[in-house]
Antibody, heavy 114, light 112 residues
Framework: EVQLLESGGGLVQPGGSLRLSCAASGFTFSSYAMSWVRQAPGKGLEWVSSFTSGGNTYYTDSVKGRFSISRDNSKDTVYLQMNSLRAEDTAVYYC????????WGQGTLVTVSS | DVVLTQSPLSLPVTLGQPASISCRSSQSLVYSDGNTYLNWFQQRPGQSPRRLIYKVSNWDSGVPDRFSGSGSGTDFTLKISRVEAEDVGVYYCMQGTHWPRTFGQGTRLEIK
């Protein structure tokens, strides 16, 4: 059974940084792309970033230059380094398997506020 | 970017009755490999999203067969043959053909 467990969310001031982690199990992690999707309070879903199994990375325009996705295949974990955080980055951040989002974690809440 | 437009945005349905959600894309979702990467997700209240349908019409594991997906090119539909109480939530279409990945606005299904 695929399991995705996010961690690292919390309250951070505008301009601050956070690193989210997503620990995966139940599948051959290195063979699949991994993605981050967020959902602002009361809003819809927004794709944030993906890291393909081939090493390509993709970002939505609003986070380019501020967020960085990485993965450690030896630890079956994908990360999202978030810098220069803004109020509009406040959201639940979900880890999802592949670029088609076939499995999701439970999410971790990031709140950017002073 | 590909814009996905869902309708309706709110869908009150009587238990046991059918429901249908439309998703229209601003451009073709046919990928160079010939597949159309249009997926449907369900998000029940307080839960993470769950993928129901992938590549237009394929069921994910455990999805009841009262859900079905259809369409081609730029015009897609999710149908529920007989709505049950557990179907309450928000439904999203999403395209996995182009970068950036994009979602529709979501359709909120409620029981009348």
């Amino acid at each position: 059974e695929v399991q995705l467990l996010e961690s690292g969310g919390g309250l951070v001031q505008p301009g601050g940084s956070l690193r989210l982690s997503c620990a995966a199990s139940g599948f051959t992690f290195s063979s699949y792309a991994m993605s981050w999707v967020r959902q602002a309070p009361g809003k819809g879903l927004e794709w944030v970033s993906s890291f393909t199994s081939g090493g390509n990375t993709y970002y939505t325009d609003s986070v380019k230059g501020r967020f960085s996705i990485s993965r450690d295949n030896s630890k079956d974990t994908v990360y999202l380094q978030m810098n220069s955080l803004r109020a509009e980055d406040t959201a639940v951040y979900y880890c999802a398997k592949t670029g088609q989002f076939d499995s999701w974690g439970q999410g971790t809440l990031v709140t950017v506020s002073s | 970017d590909v814009v996905l437009t869902q309708s309706p945005l709110s869908l009150p349905v009587t238990l046991g009755q059918p429901a249908s959600i439309s998703c229209r894309s601003s451009q073709s979702l046919v990928y160079s490999d010939g597949n159309t990467y249009l997926n449907w997700f369900q998000q029940r209240p307080g839960q993470s999203p769950r993928r129901l349908i992938y590549k237009v019409s394929n069921w994910d594991s455990g999805v009841p067969d009262r859900f079905s997906g259809s369409g081609s090119g730029t015009d897609f539909t999710l149908k529920i043959s007989r709505v049950e109480a557990e179907d309450v939530g928000v439904y999203y279409c999403m395209q996995g053909t182009h970068w950036p990945r994009t979602f529709g606005q979501g359709t909120r299904l409620e029981i009348k």
